[in-house]
């Protein structure tokens, strides 16, 4: 029995979710739904904590690896495994839902197993995502993430969510469809969808070309880059807490992933013709979506468009070509998906009491809600990369990269980055300090055990990987070797 669970482990943790689901199929009562769907999470999250424990630091390659043939008639397998990129991925996927659950206890009243049941899928499906070693199992997936997405927007999102809804859906269709034709380019050239098989063929000049493009812009839409961007904002401001916390927290990951899983590898060459026209549209998309969030009234929508500025700084780390700048980047989809869906749920948490999320309808929190400001203040603080919290290790190792490349990269960045602090530190001001500006401000109640059980384990990672970066980084720093030297090579 220990063996069957060991060697597939993986293969448990994508079952557990959907296993989940069946459960809530069969339930009625609302604590039931709630508890089970958290337990579902939890017993994934035990499970992604054994992974990481059993995980070998040294192995440059895959591990816990499964195959077993699906279609043998178009060398499609159902084929999972890990390396040192995808398993910080993996454990943040499996982190962040049970806190989606816990903030969604009391704010969901409709349709609430429905609910339930499309965390869970998103969950399942993001495990696939960042452990399938089969593109077409890759694709199938990525495009299931989609779907539950959708209709969190749709069915329980603000007044112009169907409009955000469909421009979501319409982004995400035109990302797939080039991801889709990219993936069959692939598959046509090296006759397989195995992803290692189709790193070591050799493709003709012209159809790496094109294959590169529609690779690359399908993962830019969903990570997203600039100009790729409009439909993150929209969908953030309505989107339900949990979504906009799955949103940012892990599926805008998938872009970067997908950079570092298929386009380096499989297009050392490529990458590096491409490589300065992309730093610089990331410098452009730092510069701009802190700009743009330093305009912004609107919570939800101040903390979209930051989204917008550190996925920048993930693709600057990417395009580096070297162990600092892609761990660092590695290590900033990571962060960002704590603080940033850190933020999100903060913002949640006082949307549910007041259902405003405009910065004027707000000021001398500090006096009302003590605990809340103080939470508040260290995921600001974080997202803009204060030293001793997570998000500074990855933009330090970044700048550190793309240095190598360029300094004049690391002086427009550096701008991102004070920008991330004026528009940060300003919104603390304006909501923690002063008097309170309406009736509603002057009558809010501090955080309960539950709202606090719900952001103190993001406020506990935040501060542990920026004190003690060292697990994470020893982690990912085979696999990130492994794939630096193959673009050393070209």
């Known amino acids: 029995m220990s063996s069957l669970f060991a060697d597939h482990i993986l293969s448990w943790m994508i079952a557990v979710p959907f296993i989940g689901m069946v459960a809530l199929m069969f339930l009625r009562e609302r604590s039931w739904v709630l508890y089970t769907a958290l337990g579902t999470t939890l017993i994934n999250a035990a499970l992604a904590f054994y992974l990481w424990m059993s995980f070998d630091l040294i192995e440059n390659g ?121 993936i069959l380019g692939l598959s046509l050239q090296a006759g397989t969808f195995d992803i290692q098989a189709l790193s070591q063929f050799s493709y003709s000049p012209n159809s790496e070309f094109w294959i590169f493009i529609a690779l690359f812009l399908g993962f830019a839409i969903k990570l997203p880059m600039l100009p790729f961007h409009t439909w993150l904002p929209d969908a953030h401001s309505e989107a339900p807490t949990a979504g906009s916390v799955l949103l940012a927290g892990v599926l805008l990951k998938m872009g970067g992933y997908g950079l570092i899983r298929f386009c380096l590898p499989i297009f050392p060459e490529m990458a590096h013709s491409f490589a300065p026209f992309v730093l610089w549209l990331s410098v452009a998309g730092i510069l701009y979506g802190g700009y743009m969030a330093l305009a912004q009234t609107d919570l939800k929508r101040l903390v979209a468009y930051s989204s917008v500025s550190h996925m920048g700084f993930v693709t600057l780390g990417i395009f580096s070509f070297n162990n600092e700048g892609v761990e660092g980047a590695i290590l900033q989809m990571v962060t960002h998906g704590l603080t940033t869906g850190a933020m999100f749920l903060i913002v949640g948490q006082l949307y549910d009491r007041t259902h405003s999320r405009s910065i004027a309808d707000y000021g001398g929190l500090q006096q009302r809600m003590p605990r809340f400001v103080a939470i508040l203040s260290l995921f600001a603080v974080a997202s803009f990369g204060l030293p001793t919290t997570s998000n500074f290790i990855g ?48 009558k809010l109640t501090d955080l309960d055990f539950r709202e606090m059980l719900t952001v103190t384990p993001l406020a506990i990672a935040i501060i542990a990987i920026g004190v003690y970066p060292g697990p994470l980084l020893e982690a990912m720093d085979s696999s990130v070797t492994f794939v630096v030297e193959r673009l050393a090579e070209v």
């Open 62 to 182: 895959q591990q816990f690896v499964e195959r077993v043939e699906w279609m043998p008639t178009f060398g499609i397998q159902y084929a999972v495994g890990v390396d040192g990129i995808s398993l910080l991925l993996v454990l943040l996927t499996a982190f962040l839902p049970p806190l989606c659950i816990l903030s969604s206890w009391e704010s969901i009243t409709t349709r609430l197993k429905a609910f339930m049941m499309l965390i869970l899928l998103v969950e399942g499906a993001m495990l696939v995502v960042f452990t399938a070693l089969d593109a077409f199992l890759f694709f199938m997936m990525w495009e299931v993430t989609m779907i539950p997405m959708y209709f969190m927007i749709v069915l329980w999102g603000g007044p112009n969510r169907v409009a955000a809804g469909l421009k979501y859906v319409i982004y995400s269709l035109t990302g797939s469809l080039l991801l889709l034709m990219g």
């Open 395 to 442: 933009e330090f190792l970044i700048l550190v990269g793309v240095s190598y490349q360029n300094f004049a990269f690391v002086v427009f960045a550096m701008g991102g980055i004070v920008l991330g602090a004026a528009y940060m530190l300003w919104m603390l001001q304006r909501v923690a300090f002063g008097e309170p500006r309406t009736e509603a401000a002057r």
